[in-house]
């Protein structure tokens, strides 16, 4: 045993270590990825093959399927306040979102930024070089190797999240999944770049599928989500896809799931939603 230890310490040492070309916005020191531009610490996880979907969830979820994703790298934590505000000064850009109602005062810096709409979180992202995720991209993030259920494991656990508040990005070790990021199921749920279309799992049954980005648009006019009770009124909507559930609500358990899929139209702001970035290794490098 003893023999075979260096050489499988020097393999994960390997497979943890991309610093060939990487982009000169991006610091590796002390086995972290730190983006210079918004202090974001990065994961990187190696390319992979997961099963998406749950064909025991609801009917947007099924069927599970294989799905294969090249390197990429994904935000540890939600963005914060602090971090959104840095970009608002930095671009003096005008968020479409009231994002300042979840950023009352300093105790609440480093709180995930909310009120947000997917606008923002997309022009957050470009001003960070980075992109939002994709869902596949999150939900691998969230499930790990063991393709599990929830971010930590199988088994619900309450204790494992923030319930009806709250916390700071960076905190809640217990919610991490197996590459390590922290919140990906609570605190709040995070936009992501897919549009969401309920038949789009079952129109990609067969298919080889490689870094999956989503439908063109959302679902086409005779599938589209019917939107009601909508202050645009009656319309025919395209949605961007939402994962992770938050920490408010009695669905906690139910939202929580990696493979939940959760949607909302690119416009709206919501009080419990945010984002986190991620960038795929072979487009940035
Ligand atoms: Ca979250």
Redesign the pocket.
């Known amino acids: 045993m003893k023999i075979f230890l260096p050489i499988i310490c020097l393999f994960a040492f390997h497979a943890c270590k991309v610093t060939k070309n990487l982009p000169d916005y991006i610091m590796y020191k002390d086995g972290k990825y730190i983006s210079k531009i918004d202090a974001m610490e990065l994961i990187y996880i190696p390319a992979g093959n997961f099963k998406m979907g749950s064909n025991s969830g609801n009917p947007d979820e099924k069927p599970q399927h294989q799905v294969h994703l090249n390197a990429y790298f994904i935000d540890k934590f ?1 963005v914060s306040n602090l971090q959104f505000e840095k970009f608002v000064k930095a671009t003096k850009y005008k968020p479409r979102g009231p994002w300042r109602r979840g950023y009352k005062d300093s105790s609440m810096q480093n709180n ?1 930024v909310v009120f947000v709409t997917w606008h923002d979180a997309i022009n957050y992202s470009k001003w960070a070089k980075r992109d939002l995720p994709t869902e596949a991209q999150w939900e691998y993030a969230a499930r790990g190797k063991s393709n599990y259920k929830y971010p930590w494991g199988d088994e619900w656990n309450e204790k494992n999240l923030p319930l009806e508040k709250l916390v700071p990005h960076n905190t809640f070790k217990e ?1 991490k999944s197996p590459f390590g990021a ?9 936009w992501v770049s897919d549009w969401y279309d309920r038949h789009y799992y079952q129109g990609i049954v067969g298919k080889k599928i490689i870094d999956p980005k989503g439908p063109v648009d959302g679902a086409p006019p005779e599938k589209r989500f019917i939107e009601t009770n909508t202050a645009a009124g009656n319309e025919r909507s395209t949605l961007k896809v939402i ?4 920490s408010f609500g009695a669905l906690a358990k139910e939202n929580a799931r990696s493979s939940k899929r959760m949607w909302g139209n690119p416009k709206y702001w919501f009080h419990d939603t ?1 984002f ?1 970035c991620g960038f795929s290794l072979n487009a940035s490098l």
């Open positions: 939600e995930p919610s922290h919140l990906l199921a609570g605190n709040v749920w995070e994962k992770g559930g938050s945010g986190r």
